[in-house]
């Protein structure tokens, strides 16, 4: 099976006219497409199936919840496959049948260890302002965050731990819009407080996925994490970023990325 990968197009500012990729058998969106909602329609009748994880900018000036349940109803009206918390199994063009587990995978701020959790959510206030979401009447803040980050990374362990590979499919890929490692942090940054409102701590996680797609961080990264039995984790982001800062220079809009290599 081959993907095409897009994330981080921000099209509510940024000019670019996606275009499928030829030979590609599936279309994943990995967050931070539009955060008006409207370019969404772009990708309305995409001539392969579309799987889409929404971003932290999905929601921006929203409430969570409200939000949330719109794009669950707008991404039914577009045809495409909604992963949010959620798997479904696609096969590829030879029968193989993969297993995509999908979730937006907030920050729990915990990627430098407990102790340094504090100046995580302090670095993170900045980013939540500029997001502006609420849940519940009260501000979407770094707590809030936080607590949604271990919802999703709770349903993500308890689906890893059925096993890569299982009775219904041959592969298991997942599909976060936040990073599962600090291995794609962006090199512009380092490693500082703020990395931990892109770049979760999931490496643990990683021995479940044949293949782990990621967006949230404007630069690109393609690499592998091996495990203690040999096998290994491919991890990749696509995204394109802002070209105001000539963050799209790395972008491969119509690369392929293939489940079974």
Known sequence: MRLQLLSDLHLETE????????????LVLAGDIDSGWQALHRFKDWPVPVLFVPGNHEYDGRDFDQARAGLHELSAQLGFTLLDDSTCI???????????LGST??????TFGASQR????????????VMGASRHGAPF???????QGLRCRDWLAAELARGEQGPDWEATVVITHFAPSLRSADPRYGKQPGTASFCNDDEALLPGARLWLHGHLHCQSDYRVMHADGRSTRVVCNARGHGRK???AGFAPRAQIAVFD
């Open 141 to 147: 803040d770094a707590a809030a965050v936080r607590e």
């Open 90 to 100: 696609r096969s590829d063009a030879q029968g193989r049948r993969v297993r995509f």
């Open 15 to 26: 000019t670019f006219d996606p275009e499928p990729a030829e030979g590609a058998e599936l």
């Open 118 to 129: 504090e100046r995580a959510m302090r670095a993170a206030g900045y980013f939540q302002k």
């Open 105 to 110: 995978r907030w920050s729990d701020f915990d």
């Open 246 to 248: 000539g963050e799209p």
